[in-house]
């Protein structure tokens, strides 16, 4: 089964507004991570929050992490049309070494 | 050049076919991962690797091989492909307190 699991599954929204992706996981963690994938293309990183935060910031994106919900959100403000990709967040465990779990990922897509 | 390096980008391959996908990195990073990816199921871990002597199963490691040749090199095989393993295939490094760095994947249809 996933770690993280994102909701929703797609989402589809003007340009100008903002977008907001969840992620919830089961088990407890280092860090989590948020990751952009343009269609058939390579994962790239976006930000990253440890255990220890609450909230981080990066350009026009937003992220919060609620460990006692084992939560967290992606926040992004001011959609683009190059923002139209695949979401995913991952997690890394604290037990043994550190190995990265996906979710199934939120289909965000933004109409001009 | 890229940081992770997937070759080869496409393959077909017949059933029943051994086939190796390989992958480099020049980020340094001790850590090495195969992932699958499917429509609509996100990323699957295969096998990752923290170092050159070892070597970790994942969730969906039946019918897949990998080697780690050097700290730079992971290979994935799949010693006699099926048509469900018929899938998006990435590599990933990290280092132990960083993000994951992604190859562009190869694309891997089995006939």
């Known amino acids: 089964s996933q770690q993280g699991e994102e909701d929703p599954q797609a989402l589809s929204i003007q340009e100008g507004e903002n977008a907001t992706m969840n992620c919830s996981y089961k088990?407890?963690?280092?860090?989590l991570q948020w990751y952009r994938q343009n269609s058939g293309r390579g994962l790239v990183h976006l930000i990253l929050?440890?255990?220890?935060?609450r909230e981080k910031h990066s350009g026009r994106l937003r992220v919060t992490l609620d460990t006692s919900k084992k939560s967290s959100s992606l926040l992004i403000t001011a959609s683009r049309a190059a923002d139209t990709a695949s979401y995913f967040c991952?997690?890394?465990?604290?037990?043994?070494?550190?190995?990265?779990?996906f979710g199934q990922g939120t289909r965000l897509t933004i109409n001009p | 050049d890229a940081d992770v390096t997937q070759t080869p980008r496409n393959r077909i391959t017949k059933t029943g076919k051994r086939i190796m996908l390989e992958c480099s990195q020049t980020?340094?990073?001790?850590?090495m991962y195969w992932y699958r990816q499917d429509p609509g199921l996100g990323l699957r871990l295969i096998y990752y690797?923290?170092?050159?002597?070892?070597?970790n199963k994942g969730e969906i490691s039946d019918g897949y091989s990998v080697s780690r040749q050097a700290q730079a090199k992971f290979s994935l095989s799949l010693e006699s492909a099926i048509p469900n393993q018929t899938a998006l295939y990435f590599c990933?490094?990290?280092?132990?307190?960083?993000?994951?760095?992604f190859g562009q994947g190869t694309r891997l249809t089995v006939v």
């Open positions: 990933a490094t990290s280092d132990q307190t960083e993000p994951a760095f």
């Open positions: 088990t407890s963690i280092n860090n």
């Open positions: 929050i440890r255990s220890n935060e």
């Open positions: 991952a997690t890394g465990t604290i037990q043994g070494a550190q190995k990265l779990v």
């Open positions: 980020k340094g990073h001790d850590r």
């Open positions: 690797s923290f170092d050159v002597k070892d070597i």
